[in-house]
């Protein structure tokens, strides 16, 4: 039988403090080490721990911490030439000095739509055990394997599908729901975008094709 969500087991130990903003007193590089490894590596138990009435504003500062350094990297390796993966920065058509001048606002705008349409689908199917708070700052904190994308060409699609794996249990726990409603409430959006983006690149390649002299 599956673990109500959000319920601490007896056989295990209790939950540990919210490592994310800093006590005081307390190193920030520390408090943010304990953050990045717990989102990203015992997701479960960190999610449990997340308070309701948290700071959305510190979870926007972790997340931007990482978006910011990735995109900063992103950029020197576009310089050189590397890269063009699809989740890159690559395919938006810009230099890569505006892609990275322009990616605290596209962060930003990013983590609000995906967590207002995941907020909005909780709500349809039953699932969702907060506010659209909680909802935002599982978002930014589950963006903690995208740190991949530091690495050329492959680090940001394997940090995306970590991610979204990490979402889904980060929704689980801070909403106190179950896998399938976490699940679908990320996974409609994502496979409905993804199906836009197949026909956008078909009819790219369609339009191209049409172009091909005879």
Do not use: C
């Not at 989102?39 to 979870?59: K, M, N, V």
């Amino acid at each position: 039988m599956e673990r109500a969500a959000g319920r601490p087991d007896p056989a295990e130990p209790p939950l540990p403090p919210f490592p994310w903003p800093p006590d005081a007193g307390e190193p920030v590089l520390e408090a943010w080490g304990r953050t990045w490894h717990g989102a990203a590596l015992e997701p479960r138990r960190f999610f449990a721990s997340l308070p309701h009435d948290g700071s959305l504003g510190a979870a926007i500062l972790f997340y931007l911490s990482i978006g910011i350094p990735v995109a900063g990297s992103q950029l020197f390796w576009r310089m050189l030439g590397i890269g063009g993966m699809p989740g890159d920065g690559a395919a938006t058509g810009w230099s890569p000095l505006t892609d990275f001048l322009a990616s605290p606002l596209v962060l930003l705008v990013a983590i609000f739509l995906a967590a207002g349409v995941t907020h909005v689908l909780l709500l349809i199917v039953g699932g969702a055990g907060g506010r659209f708070g909680v909802t935002a700052r599982v978002f930014a904190y589950a963006y903690a394997p995208q740190l991949l994308g530091i690495v050329p060409a492959i680090g940001s699609s394997v940090g995306f599908v970590w991610m979204v794996v990490v979402a889904i249990a980060g929704i689980r726990e801070a909403h106190r729901t179950t896998r399938w409603k976490a699940a679908a409430a990320i996974l409609i959006p994502l496979g409905i975008g993804l199906i836009f983006v197949v026909i956008a690149a078909f009819m790219a390649m369609a339009g191209g094709l049409l172009h091909l002299p005879l």
